[in-house]
T-cell receptor
Framework: DAMVIQNPRYQVTQFGKPVTLSCSQT?????MYWYQQKSSQAPKLLFH???????NEADTPDNFQSRRPNTSFCFLDIRSPGLGDAAMYLC???????????FGPGTRLTVT | GQNIDQPTEMTATEGAIVQINCTYQ??????LFWYQQHAGEAPTFLSY????GLEEKGRFSSFLSRSKGYSYLLLKELQMKDSASYLC????????????FGKGTKLSVIP
């Protein structure tokens, strides 16, 4: 089935140790998004790609980077995770900017 | 700036009807989405409104009034599986088409 896949579902990393979260999609959508969602809070957009055009939200920390090597894959790199970066990270896609977004199952990141 | 308000929690009885309200103030408006999110899972799309009025989809309906900056999600014939958070999200159009989410309303359905 066409879908948005995130791996791993659960990730544990040490304070300051770089970590990469991955997302892939079989929907062939142009737009891919990364959100951070902390407990009982709204998902917060970190950045999005329209095709290879990268759009960073103004308040996204420099500690967060992203790569989209092709239409299907998008990666979230956290260069030096802090305890405050523990959260659920959601990947989403949409056919066009402003269209309905389809979410992956999320990766829950724990920082020890 | 963007501001989206919805009640934090609601409780309703199985088989009943519940209305979850959302008010918003955003710079530009390109539509309003409702998502359902079960604990520990990703949000799933429920509805999209861009014009005023009611959109009905099975047991779920969503209403929009752009002039009032107001929407509601109506859930009929509540089932236990409807216990979840319901997120209101507004697509603003200030050149970036950013989807801004409310904090969500946690709905508990009781027997």
């Amino acid at each position: 089935d066409a879908m948005v896949i995130q791996n791993p579902r659960y990730q544990v990393t040490q304070f300051g140790k770089p970590v990469t979260l991955s997302c892939s999609q079989t929907l062939n959508h142009n737009v891919m998004y990364w959100y951070q969602q902390k407990s009982s809070q709204a998902p917060k957009l970190l950045f999005h790609y329209y095709d290879k055009d990268f759009n960073n939200e103004a308040d996204t920390p420099d500690n967060f980077q992203s790569r989209r090597p092709n239409t299907s894959f998008c990666f979230l790199d956290i260069r030096s995770p802090g305890l405050g970066d523990a959260a659920m990270y959601l990947c989403a896609t949409s056919r066009r900017t402003g269209g309905e977004q389809y979410f992956g199952p999320g990766t829950r990141l724990t920082v020890t | 700036g963007q501001n989206i308000d919805q009640p934090t929690e609601m409780t309703a009885t199985e088989g009943a009807i519940v209305q979850i309200n959302c008010t918003y103030q955003t710079s530009g408006f390109n539509g309003l989405f409702w998502y359902q999110q079960h604990a520990g899972e990703a949000p799933t799309f429920l509805s999209y409104n861009v014009l005023d009025g009611l959109e009905e989809k099975g047991r779920f309906s969503s209403f929009l009034s752009r002039s009032k900056g107001y929407s509601y999600l109506l859930l009929k014939e509540l089932q236990m599986k409807d216990s979840a958070s319901y997120l209101c999200a507004v697509l603003s159009g200030a050149g970036s088409y950013q989807l801004t989410f409310g904090k969500g309303t946690k709905l508990s359905v009781i027997p």
